[in-house]
């Protein structure tokens, strides 16, 4: 299986700053990498998919880099709605896997 | 609008079954690759299965022989049959369509506890 490892595990921000999460596959997935947040208690959610594709709806001020085995996700500027868990998935092979998260919290 | 609402979920003891089912609106289970995906409580996120389009189905090896992935095209409807389940099957389940034939996973429902305890 390929695994996937997300840094940092927890990251304190505050609103306005720029955030960069960071996601590492174990083996090449090309841009088969994807991104989604979840709030508490609600789904996850899609914010990036093959690497840097903006899903329709989702605000520009989140994009996403990387193709290979390094990719990063940056929110340019952090709303208070941003704060949430963010993961990383590839889809590249099956089992289809996710990163541990990111909880990023308020500062 | 695509709407997916799953149900089923609830409180089995251990080497019992149960059958999860997740009604889709807005488009076609049969046209897309649909999966199930699970969250343990308290931990992250983790793929369980997919059936394409074509019928084909994958599971992740947790699951390989005790989980089986269905669709009732009348429906419009995926299932999920569980047996021989375990204490560390307890999760949330939530199924998630991979619009048209795209990997990732767009929209999710809203999720369903089974909770394995004896």
């Known amino acids: 299986d390929i695994q996937m490892t997300q840094s940092p595990s927890s990251l304190s921000a505050s609103v306005g700053d720029r955030v960069t999460i960071t996601c590492r596959a174990s083996?090449?997935?090309?841009?088969?990498l994807n991104w989604y947040h979840q709030k508490p208690g609600k789904a996850p959610k899609l914010l990036i998919y093959a690497a840097s594709g903006l899903q329709s709806g989702v605000p520009s001020r989140f994009s996403g880099s990387g193709s290979g085995t390094d990719f990063t996700l940056t929110i340019s500027s952090l709303q208070p709605e941003d704060f949430a868990t963010y993961y990383c998935q590839q889809s590249y092979g099956i089992p289809y896997t996710f990163g541990q998260g990111t909880k990023l919290e308020i500062k | 609008e695509v709407q997916l609402v799953e149900s089923g979920g609830g409180l089995v003891q251990p080497g019992g079954s149960l059958r999860l089912s997740c009604a889709a609106s807005?488009?076609?289970?049969?046209?897309?690759?649909m999966n199930w995906v699970r969250q343990a409580p308290g931990k992250g996120l983790e793929w369980v299965s997919v059936?394409?389009?074509?019928?084909?189905?994958l599971y992740a090896g947790s699951v390989k022989g005790r989980f089986t992935i269905s669709r009732d095209d009348s429906k419009n409807t995926l299932n999920l049959q569980m047996n021989s389940l375990r204490t560390e099957d307890t999760a949330v389940y939530y199924c998630?369509?991979?619009?048209?034939?795209?990997?990732?996973?767009?929209?999710w429902g809203q999720g369903t506890l089974v909770t394995v305890s004896s």
């Open positions: 998630a369509r991979a619009p048209g034939a795209s990997k990732w996973f767009d929209p």
């Open positions: 083996q090449s997935i090309s841009s088969y």
């Open positions: 807005g488009f076609t289970v049969s046209s897309t690759y």
């Open positions: 059936i394409y389009s074509g019928g084909n189905t």
